[in-house]
């Protein structure tokens, strides 16, 4: 069974400083995985995905199959990053999507 | 374009009761899919819906039904409502074969 787990509940750290989400995944296949954020008040949205291999508000992430592992990082922390980030594993041929139970960002000057 | 909208945005039901939440769909999107996310949980697949039919279905109870219209829109129906029902209902849109899903702001279900 497909499986995305985000150990960390919570992640607090100052304004400038790099960050770090970890995102583990268990799947049979060729994964295919997303992050998204939610800010406050607003609905879930698309941060990135692996196979865009782009940067999103400064943040990447890399797919590392051999530690079934796709954490995302940003080297500056900004306070406007402060939010819940949702690491999402997607059912190929259907694009439903397995999510993790989120890691809360919270940002600090 | 609004993009996926929901309706109710709240709404209070008691145990054994039924209730239908709504969503229509990103204006291009033809595929719908709902999650539950209870408190403190990331979204849980329930179903996704194709050309009006059921084409997956995550582990929920069959007293979770949905109906997708000829405009895309969905229903989604949970009956003989339990205290563990309560949580925010998600809906998403896509395009088929597209992998980015849209989601709406959801239905915060209380049950009582």
């Known amino acids: 069974a497909q499986r995305v787990t985000q150990p960390e509940k919570l992640l607090s750290v100052f304004k400038g400083a790099p960050v770090e989400l970890k995102c583990n995944y268990s799947?049979?296949?060729?994964?295919?995985l997303f992050w998204y954020v939610q800010y406050s008040r607003q609905r879930l949205q698309l941060l990135l995905r692996?196979?865009s291999r782009e940067s999103i508000k400064g943040f990447t992430a890399d797919l590392n199959k051999g530690e079934t592992s796709f954490h995302l990082k940003k080297p500056f922390a900004q306070e406007e990053d402060s939010a819940m980030y949702y690491c999402?594993?997607?059912?190929?041929?259907?694009?439903?999507?397995?999510f993790g139970k989120g890691t809360m960002l919270l940002v600090s000057p | 374009d609004a993009g996926v909208t929901q309706s109710p945005t709240h709404l209070i039901k008691t145990r054994g009761q039924q209730v239908t939440l709504r969503c229509s769909p990103k204006?291009?999107?033809?595929?719908v899919s709902w999650y539950q996310q209870a408190l403190g949980q990331g979204p849980q697949f329930i179903f996704q819906?194709?050309?009006?039919?059921?084409?997956q279905r995550g582990n929920f109870p069959d007293r979770f039904s949905g109906h997708q219209f000829p405009n895309y829109s969905s229903e989604l129906n949970v009956n003989a409502l339990l205290l563990g029902d309560s949580a925010l209902y998600l809906c998403?849109?896509?395009?088929?074969?597209?992998?980015?899903?849209?989601f709406g702001q959801g239905t915060r279900l209380t049950v009582v």
């Open positions: 998403a849109s896509s395009v088929l074969m597209n992998t980015e899903a849209f």
């Open positions: 799947y049979s296949g060729s994964p295919e």
């Open positions: 692996h196979i």
């Open positions: 999402a594993l997607m059912n190929s041929g259907y694009s439903t999507l397995t």
């Open positions: 204006s291009g999107h033809d595929t």
């Open positions: 819906y194709y050309e009006e039919e059921e084409r």
